[in-house]
Structures are given as structure tokens and as C-alpha cells.
């Protein structure tokens, strides 16, 4: 097996990391690629203001999980779980020691290969990995790193590839971090890593939380979910926002509740249940047992308390996983955008979309009706809600036939 590791201090990890990535995994066949942050830096100290070492790490993960490549490219705490510098000949010993008959490539920009031979134990490193080093295509360093390539190899046996890069990413982690102290430098960052920084003010950021932009908001909400969410959220976004055209609802009401709606939906029971306590949300038997029962009124707590979303927003989220009796029309939009929304594929989705936009509370009722159908056929437990709401809109609908 071929096995990639690329280190650094990721402050931040931007699109650039990602990019080199993804080519060193083409160029050189990679089966598995390592991110390894560092923990501290033994050349050089991090930046006055850096985020703590778990928040970069944090951030890796994201940048990592917005490549959907898992089980392939992963996140290392090799060193950010060590004490002392991170030196990669030690690095590089404990790989080693876990992948004893596997081939390893150490990826490298190219000013950190044409200084390998001033690195702690040099020889060490060349013996245990080989080298690859990323190299722009409009950059005339070519000749440099093919010279420093031949060097490494007569001197410490080195075997080292370059691996030509398109310059499509122009900025340095010292660049980025200067654009957002001044607000900007967010179109070097996957969305999710963005969201975080945000989130926790990090590199002089000083987002209002409570006072959002769309674009934003949206960025806050990926970096809480794996990315393999992100199609799902941005696509109840965009039906919840037609359905509110269609149906004459608050169209910004409709966008930010479709944006949190699952923005809890990978907390744990146990952390689901602390943020239930915290906001007072009182739970019955059924949803104490079920953190997907709970991430709709948790999600919901949170997009009142933290991003400061209105009443409306809030109970069309709380209210979008169970549904429930004589609901609101910006209630109804949340859970029919989350049942079409157009990544949603199954039996009965495209009945569904044309009643959406033709008789919502049709619409509804049908929902309701398949999934009361889809739990008793997997012997699963129905809500009382659920029921509640299905058996509300057959007598509200019977009323008004």
C-alpha cells in the first residue's frame, strides 16, 4: 500500500492543501493519504494569535472530510497528540513502526524540500520515506528542485518525484490570515473550514453571529455537519425558498430555517440531551432514546440562541423531523423541503414534488402517510406527533373537501 503524509501547521488549511492533495493522490497512487498537523512547529513558533492547537486540528478535519474521499484521506493527531516538537524524523519512526511493509511518501512544498538537508536527522527521513515535492507549473524553480532531488539522492540515498502543480490556489497561509483579519480571503477556504473560523472568531474575525448573511449563516451550518450533508442542507435551502415563493411565506424565513434545519444532526444523545437541558426543552420518553428525534428541537434551540433567528425559524426547524398537528405554513414548507428537496430519491418523491406545488396540505398529508408506512414496516416506533399530524390533516382536509 501506498501511503501519503502531509504535514504542516495548517493555520489555516486552505484550498491550496486541498488541491495538492488531490494531485498527490493521482501522481503517485496514493492508497491512503495523512493530513498530520502539527503540534508545535520545531522551526519556527506559530504566528502570535493563533488558534490553540485542537482548533487547527478541528479545522484539518473539515478541510479532510470537504474532500469526500473517506477511509483514503484522513486526519493524523500523530503529533498533535505528542508532547514536544514535532520533528518528522519521529514522525516518520512511529508511521514506520504501524506500517512496516508499506510505501511512504512524504508531500512537501517546494521551499520545505529545498531545505531538507538542514532538517533534524536528514538521513532518517530519506530512509524511511521517499520525497515528493509540489512545484507550480508557472514557476521557474523546475531546474532548483531537480538539482535539490539529485542532491538528497547521492548524499542520503533519497528517492524524491516532483509533482507539477497548475497555480490555481495563489495564496500562503500568512496571506490568507491577513485577508481575514480585513474581512475577506474567503474564497481560499472550503466552505465548512470558513464556517469554523466564523464561529469561533478565529484569525481577528469578528463575525456578529446574530446578525448574519446568508452566505455566512450557511458556511456556520457546514462546518457543524460532515460534508457528505452539505448537498442535502443547501438543497432544502433552495426548495424551501420555492415552496415559499409558491405559497406567498417569508422567503428569508424560509432560506435560514432550510440552512440550520439539521445544523445539530451529528451531535451524539448524550450532547444532544445536555443542550435539551440547557434551553428547558422538555422531552418525552421516545426522544430521550433518539438523537435523531432531537437534533430538530436542538438544532432549533441553537438557531435562536446563537444566530439569533426568529420564532418563525425556530419552530419550522423544532418541528421538521416528527411534523405535528395544525402547522404553521412556513412549518409545513421546512418539512416538505426536507422530503423533496432534489437529492431526495425514492419511491413516491416525484408524486410528492408535484402535489408540493400544487396542494400543499395534500402534499403534507402524503408525507405523513409514508413515513407512518416506512417506520411500521421497519417495526419502528411511530411519534405520537407524526400521528397526530397525519390524523389532523385527513379531518382538516375532509372538512375543507
Known amino acids: 500500500m501506498k501511503i501519503g503524509i502531509y504535514g504542516g501547521t495548517f493555520n489555516p488549511p486552505h484550498l491550496g492543501h486541498m488541491v495538492s492533495a488531490r494531485y498527490a493522490m493521482e501522481a503517485l497512487g496514493l492508497d491512503r ?5 502539527a503540534g508545535i512547529p520545531p522551526h519556527k513558533s506559530l504566528p502570535k494569535g493563533s488558534p490553540a492547537t485542537r482548533q487547527r486540528l478541528e479545522m484539518a478535519e473539515l478541510a479532510v472530510d470537504a474532500l469526500l474521499l473517506p477511509g483514503k484521506v484522513v486526519t493524523s493527531r500523530i503529533e498533535t497528540d505528542r508532547e514536544g516538537a514535532s520533528f518528522t524524523a519521529d514522525t516518520l519512526r512511529r508511521l514506520r513502526e504501524r506500517y512496516p511493509e508499506d510505501e511512504l511518501w512524504l508531500l512537501m512544498g517546494a521551499d520545505m524540500f529545498l531545505t531538507l538537508q538542514n532538517w533534524r536527522e536528514p538521513e532518517v527521513i530519506c530512509s524511511l520515506a521517499n520525497l515528493a ?3 507550480r507549473t508557472q514557476d521557474n524553480t523546475g531546474e532548483m528542485l531537480e538539482t535539490q532531488g539529485k542532491y538528497l539522492d547521492k548524499t ?15 495564496v500562503s497561509s500568512t496571506q490568507l490570515r491577513e485577508l481575514l483579519s480585513g474581512g475577506e480571503g474567503r474564497q481560499y477556504l472550503a466552505p465548512a473550514v470558513y464556517g469554523y473560523i466564523l464561529r469561533n472568531g478565529l484569525y481577528g474575525t469578528k463575525a456578529d453571529l446574530k446578525h448574519l448573511s446568508d452566505d455566512d449563516l450557511r458556511a ?16 432544502v435551502e433552495e426548495e424551501a425558498v420555492k415552496l415559499a415563493r409558491r405559497w406567498g411565506a417569508e422567503e428569508t424565513h424560509a432560506r435560514r430555517a432550510g440552512i440550520l434545519h439539521d445544523c445539530t444532526k451529528y451531535l451524539s444523545l448524550e450532547e444532544q440531551l445536555q ?10 420518553d421516545m426522544e430521550r432514546e433518539s438523537a435523531k428525534l432531537l437534533h430538530s428541537k436542538t438544532g432549533a434551540a441553537l438557531a435562536r440562541d446563537i444566530y439569533g433567528e426568529e420564532d418563525a425559524v425556530y419552530w419550522a426547524i423544532y418541528w421538521h423531523t416528527t411534523g405535528r398537528a395544525d402547522m404553521t405554513l412556513l412549518e409545513k414548507i421546512i418539512y416538505l423541503a426536507d422530503y423533496i428537496e432534489p437529492n431526495r430519491d425514492f419511491d413516491g418523491v416525484e408524486e410528492m414534488r408535484r402535489l408540493a406545488y ?5 402534499a403534507l398529508e402524503r408525507g405523513f402517510e ?10 419502528v416506533e411511530i411519534h405520537p406527533n407524526t400521528q397526530g399530524a397525519l390524523d389532523w390533516m385527513k379531518a382538516h382536509r375532509k372538512g375543507t373537501a
Not at 493519504?33 to 498537523?37: C, D, E, G, K, Y
Not at 452539505?230 to 438543497?235: D, E, K, N, P, R
Not at 400544487?358 to 395534500?362: F, K, L, N
Request: with cysteine; hydrophobic share 50%.
Open 358 to 362: 400544487e396542494d400543499i396540505d395534500a
Open 133 to 135: 515535492a509540489f512545484a
Open 156 to 170: 542520503f540515498g533519497a528517492v524524491s518525484r516532483i509533482i507539477q502543480l497548475p497555480q490555481i490556489v495563489p
Open 370 to 379: 409514508m413515513s407512518v408506512a416506512d417506520l411500521t414496516a421497519r417495526g
Open 275 to 284: 443542550i435539551c437541558e440547557k434551553y428547558d426543552i422538555v422531552l418525552d
Open 33 to 37: 493519504l495523512f493530513f498530520v498537523p
Open 220 to 235: 456556520c451550518a457546514l462546518s457543524m455537519v460532515y460534508a457528505k450533508r452539505h448537498a442535502h442542507i443547501c438543497g
